[in-house]
């Protein structure tokens, strides 16, 4: 069973499909993008762009998850993470808006999402689970990336 734990996954993958991710993990593959996260050679954890089963994407749109250890929380990598990704997938992969679902008990993650300006946009169900969905567009990510670049002191 799927807990509240951020490293969890709603469904283990099929370990032949596992394995051609980890080939091309790095790269953009239909939708798809593995990433290590590590600090100086240790793993803190993965962040990654999906295209979920069964629920087709408008183009433009990119889900996302991450998972950090335990002894990688609450010290801002997770933060880190989620803004060096969004920032990238809207310079580089011509995203128009990028989404994640979070488990509703991951109070963590959704501060996470807070703090770097994704919008809560409702909740959904999958997996027989609750998710709650946030979601960053071009727009939203465009004025915050210029009050940035304008603020020196940030």
Do not use: K
Not at 24 to 32: I, T, V
Not at 44 to 52: A, D, N, Y
Not at 85 to 91: A, K, P, R, V
Request: no cysteine.
């Amino acid at each position: 069973m799927v807990t509240g734990d951020p490293m969890a996954v709603a469904e283990l993958p099929d370990e032949a499909a596992f394995r051609a991710r980890l080939r091309r993990s790095g790269r953009m593959h239909d939708g798809w993008l593995d990433l290590a996260i590590d600090l100086d050679g240790t793993s803190l954890g993965r962040i990654q762009t999906f295209v979920p089963p069964g629920r087709a994407l408008p183009r433009g749109t990119f889900d996302v998850g991450i998972g950090l250890h335990a002894h990688a929380r609450g010290r801002g990598y997770g933060r880190e993470a989620i803004a060096l990704l969004t920032d990238w997938l809207f310079e580089h992969a011509a995203a128009e808006a990028v989404e994640a679902p979070t488990d509703p008990a991951n109070v963590a993650m959704r501060t996470v999402f807070d703090r770097v300006g994704w919008t809560h946009v409702g909740s959904m169900t999958e997996y027989d689970r609750t998710w709650e969905v946030y979601r960053i567009t071009r727009r939203q990510w465009e004025t915050q990336h210029d009050l940035r670049s304008s603020d020196p002191g940030r």
